[in-house]
């Protein structure tokens, strides 16, 4: 089975833009969350997905959102970057017989300049 | 709400001897507990879990962790380290009963590192 993809793997953005970042869970997984992993504040979590309804949110400004499509792929969206905003953005997916582990994908680099 | 803590930020070891990393948990619900590991430029791989059953779980690489429910701990071991044992490891933890939507709640991370 194929694991969790993420895309792209690297993104280099300026302060203001906006980005999206994509993610495809294992194939029968429906709940997707995503987290952001900084040096200093270590890997949070931003908000998960299930069957196309965001579920829990955790503590981030509203420029962070995402949605959920019908095939459970997932996609993050940020507004108006900050520098601090640079972070490597970790998508995991849970489901099926593995409903109570997330299993993570390799990951977005976003720099903002 | 749940809290983990990594006791130590990094972990010299030289290669071939035992290792333990702590992780302790706080937590006002039951939880699942997780070792995750994570090499330089990738995502995060499970290493092991506890959901129920046995304290003692095996998982992948020869790693095992003990679950100890009074001293709210779960500690990893290895009894014999490789080179390739070099990278972060992360303890975290998620309410039983949220059915997955709480997200994980991660320690800050042990660095291993293997000294030939």
């Known amino acids: 089975k194929a694991g969790v993809t993420q895309t792209p793997r690297y993104l280099i953005k300026t302060r203001g833009q906006q980005v999206t970042l994509s993610c495809s869970p294992i194939?029968?997984?429906?709940?997707v969350s995503w987290y952001q992993q900084t040096p200093g504040q270590g890997l949070q979590f931003l908000f998960e997905y299930f069957s196309e309804t965001q579920r829990n949110k955790g503590n981030f400004p509203g420029r962070f959102s995402g949605r959920q499509f019908s095939n459970s792929r997932s996609e993050m969206n940020v507004s108006t970057l900050e520098l601090g905003d640079s972070a490597l953005y970790l998508c995991?997916?849970?489901?099926?017989?593995?409903?109570?582990?997330?299993?993570f994908g390799p990951g977005t680099r976003l720099t903002v300049l | 709400a749940q809290s983990v803590t990594q006791l130590d930020s990094q972990v010299p070891v030289f290669e071939e001897a035992p290792v333990e990393l702590r992780c302790n948990y706080s937590s006002s619900v039951s939880v699942y507990l997780f070792w995750y590991v994570q090499y330089p430029n990738q995502g995060l791989q499970l290493l092991l879990k506890y959901l129920s059953g046995s304290t003692l779980v095996k998982g992948i690489n020869g790693f095992e962790a003990e679950f100890n429910k009074s001293q709210t701990s779960f500690h990893l071991r290895k009894p014999s380290v490789h080179i390739s044992d070099t990278a972060e490891y992360f303890c975290a933890v998620s309410d039983r009963s949220g059915g997955g939507a709480d997200g994980l709640t991660f320690g800050k991370g042990t660095h291993l590192i293997i000294q030939p």
């Open positions: 995991a997916s849970s489901g099926g017989t593995s409903s109570d582990t997330q299993y």
């Open positions: 194939s029968g997984h429906r709940s």
